[in-house]
């Protein structure tokens, strides 16, 4: 069964994130992720770079994902 800290682990592992929280029951996940490298992009595109932090995981181990994405600048609006 997959850890919700497993999967933060990859995607700090990957991607450069200044907050990170995961939730999950060992197949559904909810993420919120914060990165500078979010600045600008649409939200698919950083969607995209969180996948692609997962890698291979995203098809083998987690059956679903929903995310939501902040820039810094977004996160401390809120």
Do not use: C, N
């Not at 999967?7 to 929280?21: K, M, Q, W």
């Not at 999950?24 to 932090?53: I, N, T, W």
Request: net charge negative; glycine share 6%; proline share 5%.
């Amino acid at each position: 069964m997959v850890e919700p800290s497993s999967i933060e682990d990859s995607i700090r592992s990957g991607l450069a994130v200044t907050h990170l929280e995961v939730r999950g029951d060992g197949a559904h996940f909810e993420a919120v992720v914060v990165s500078p490298r979010f600045a600008g992009l649409p939200r698919v595109r950083q969607h995209q770079l969180v996948y692609a932090a997962l890698g291979d995981r995203m098809r083998e181990e987690i059956h679903a994902l929903s995310m939501k994405t902040y820039s810094p600048e977004e996160w401390a609006a809120r």
